[in-house]
């Protein structure tokens, strides 16, 4: 007992030692009041306490010790004239003693009262309390920076980007409002900011357009990767896409992404000539009739390849001869990669076969026993390459195609391609039966430009000429003889200079060149026998003269291929599309209408 008595008595001990070095040190906080505050609190006897020290002076002591002792309601009787700071330290302290007894409700609302805002933020985002986060956010001004940025954190994290935005707006960071719309795929905010601040344009559309390849709307994501300035990332996608769809056969995919890119190396020919690059413009172009060419192959050997593989064809047998000689003089130099030419050889032997073509066919079948033919094929390919030796020896007469410009009878194996024999012109073909068009392409004189040319053609043909100086039938009487003839005493250069008489001129010439005719002639010219292929700049028109105006023909304004007018009507009526690139019916009216 007597070691506990003198153990207990340490205490007062120690008590008596501090406050004798108080004395010495002739500290202000030796009053008797503040000593004997002290000793009641030492005793445990708080009020008492508080009350001396508050008579003393010193409030801040009796509410550090209620705070202490956790009796903050006790604390609160000392704040009235206490020091601000210290009013907010007392509030905090509450507020950390109710947050580490569980009560995150109540150390919120107490966090708030002490302005410590990013405390109350940081407890109502671990509670996933979004009501309480949008009060606390509406509560702050612009200054709170990162209070703010935590608020939008924590409403990303919760999936509420739209408090996250009012977060970001208050803070004026519009950066981080256009990456909160990105990564929350809210594109259409997105666009809408972007119509104001335009230096957006490239951080909104670049993943916009990314995100549209990743969901295969490919179309799309061409044009937003145009508007984020980044062509050539549009092109690597094509790129891709292209050969994907050749390494899986997908022969019509891989032409509409060749046309695609094709179209895609215009426009970066046109952005070269604005720069003034012509050796980029070149190249460019170089690529844009590269690609234009193998669009055509894939989409004239997808109907081949099926035509081989699938027992049913949609395509009437002069439609797939036509066909396979338009692919044998196309493919005369190099075999893109995933056309078989077998599949060329054996359908043009076939169809040739049959329709009385027998020297094409015979052509055909001995190319096939230079190649490696499918055991499916051989023994077809064997019998008829012995039967067709007891056949004539020529071809049909009405199977040969005409040349428009020069009237020249061509083969069917024409060793120079796919242009005459004589006048070297290119046949144009339609593009579904792949029959040669009567057209005769021509080309403005020097001085009148692309669209003054269409001008031209537009306007309504001039009258003719039947002025009274024409002496017409002449009646002369010899006796018993009467006879009349027809005299035309005025001939101008006008009635002269036609397009028949400008057609004859090819065979002063050592290469093929197109007709050239002057504004007199494109006035005269009616417009229903006229087709205009507009393509993009820096490439010029095309124009075309129609022999046989009977023969009615339409042309896509998108890719610019030359339909009979049925055919491509049955396609809008099937496929709501043109055929080659794959353009909607309603976009192809509403350029029209434009």
Known sequence: QWYQRRVRELRYLEFIAQIEERKQSKAAETTNNLILADYYAFKGEFQEAAKMYKKSGNEDKAMAMFSDLRQFENAKDFLTSSDPKNIKGLIKRHAE???????????????????AFAEAIEIAGKQKWTDKLVEIMRQLDKSYVEELRGCAGYFKELGKYEYAAESYQKLGELN???????ESQQWQEAFTLCEDHPEFKESVYLPYANFLAENDKFDEAQEAYYIAGKPTEAVKVLEKLTHNAVAERRFDDASYYFWKLSMAYLKLANQSQTRGSEEEVNQYLDKFQDYQHRAEIYYVYQTLHRYTEE????HLPEALFNMARFLLHNLSQEIPYGISKVSILYALAKQSKNMGAYKMARHAFDKLQQLVIPRRFQQAIDLSSITIRSKPFQDKDELLPMCSKCSTTNPLLNQMGNQCINCQQPFVHSFYAFEVLPLV???PENGISDTEAVKLINQDPPASNNSNNNKGWQETNQGDVQTMSFENTTTSRYDEDTFETRLQNWESMTSYQPVEVGSEI????????VVVLKWGSPLRYQFYKNLMPDI???????CNRIFYADDLELQYLQKQACPFCRKSVDKTEQNEEE
């Open 522 to 529: 494109l006035k005269r010219m009616p417009r229903s026998e």
């Open 311 to 314: 027992p049913f064809t949609s």
């Open 552 to 558: 009615i023909l339409d042309t896509c304004d998108s």
């Open 441 to 443: 392409e021509f080309i």
């Open 97 to 115: 003693w109710c947050k580490s007894t569980n009560d995150p409700g109540s150390a919120i609302d107490l966090y708030m009262a002490a302005s």
């Open 176 to 182: 981080s409002l256009v990456e909160l719309h990105i």
